[in-house]
């Protein structure tokens, strides 16, 4: 089977990415959602397909589906507080999730609800430990916004670019292993997260 990411992000349109962008960031079952690569193709496909979809108006959609999303994240751990940490694990919740965005706040505090934004899994759990913490809405709004933007606004406009500076008869051969790299890159900070978290377990 050939697997299109362009063609779904044609087929999905601005209300499916912006619902998959919404889900990602503020809902416990969106934690798995690709919204790194989405924005990524969804950028490039706004340069190719620009009848399909208007780079700006993505954007601002997204941008704001990425706030709303945290407010509902954040509003969930504030209302459920720490039972969170109680809930059993299930296939669409699992407590390591939120335990090691835990541990990803108490090392960077609020810094990281702006730095979240790049690492998959936390980014959906970050807001939830803000609102379990009592951050204040004001602050927790602030990096919320500067967080939105840069993730939005960086990830979109540069698969937008990448549209723009690649030949068309170079589309195939270089969109997909891009891509690839960079989920394996928005990977890494998790990756050296657990290996540290083992050497101290060992310690």
């Known amino acids: 089977m050939h697997f299109d990411l362009p063609q779904i992000v044609k ?4 209300f499916g990415v912006w619902a998959i962008i919404f889900a990602e960031s503020g809902l416990l079952i969106g934690f798995f959602l690709p919204g790194d ?3 990524f193709t969804a950028g490039f496909v706004a340069y190719t397909k620009p009848e399909l ?3 700006w108006v993505l954007i601002f959609g997204a941008f704001v589906c990425a706030v709303l999303g945290d407010n509902v994240g954040y509003a969930t751990g504030h209302r459920f507080g720490r039972r969170l940490f109680q809930k ?3 296939w669409l919740f699992h407590k390591k999730h939120l335990e090691k965005t835990q541990s990803f706040y108490e090392k960077h505090g609020k810094k990281t609800l702006v730095l979240a934004r790049f690492v ?3 980014r959906t759990f970050a807001p939830i430990i803000a609102g379990i913490g009592a951050m204040h809405y004001k602050t927790f ?3 919320n916004l500067i967080g939105g933007l840069l993730w939005t606004f960086g990830i979109t406009l540069l698969g937008y670019f990448l549209g723009k500076s690649l030949p068309a008869e170079q589309v195939d051969k270089y969109l997909l292993p891009i891509i690839g790299l960079i989920i394996v890159v928005s990977l890494i900070p998790s990756i050296v997260h657990i290996i540290q978290e083992n ?3 060992k310690h």
Request: no cysteine.
């Open 88 to 90: 059993e694990d299930s």
């Open 11 to 14: 087929s999905l349109g601005y």
């Open 141 to 143: 709004m602030s990096y």
């Open 53 to 55: 979809l208007n780079i």
């Open 120 to 122: 998959p899994i936390v």
């Open 37 to 39: 690569s989405l924005l």
């Open 199 to 201: 050497r101290g377990s």
